[in-house]
Nanobody
Framework: QVQLVESGGGLVQAGGSLRLSCAAS????????MDWYRQAPGKQRELVAT???????NYADSVKGRFTISRDNAKNTGYLQMNSLKPEDTADYYC?????????WGQGTQVTVSS
């Protein structure tokens, strides 16, 4: 079974930074895409960033220029570096990978950005 363990969430002032980590079991991040999603209170789940097995990245318009997705294949860990945080970034953040025939999710980590 694939397991994803997230860390790095917390409370931060607007304009501050956080780095979220997603530690994966086995060596799966090197051959599968990894995504970060977030869900704010009262809103639908939103795709924040993706990174493919070849290293290509994509971002939601709301976070472009502020967030960076990356991975360390040797450590089998994915990251989401979040800079210039805004109150609108407050949400539960989840990492996810797809290995046929199922999609695996982390437990989620809370990010709260104060005004």
């Amino acid at each position: 079974q694939v397991q994803l363990v997230e860390s790095g969430g917390g409370l931060v002032q607007a304009g501050g930074s956080l780095r979220l980590s997603c530690a994966a079991s086995g060596s799966i991040l090197s051959i599968h895409a990894m995504d970060w999603y977030r869900q704010a209170p009262g809103k639908q789940r939103e795709l924040v960033a993706t990174i493919t097995s070849s290293g290509s990245t994509n971002y939601a318009d709301s976070v472009k220029g502020r967030f960076t997705i990356s991975r360390d294949n040797a450590k089998n860990t994915g990251y989401l570096q979040m800079n210039s945080l805004k109150p609108e970034d407050t949400a539960d953040y989840y990492c996810t990978v797809y290995r046929w025939p199922v999609r695996y999710w982390g437990q989620g980590t809370q990010v709260t950005v104060s005004s």
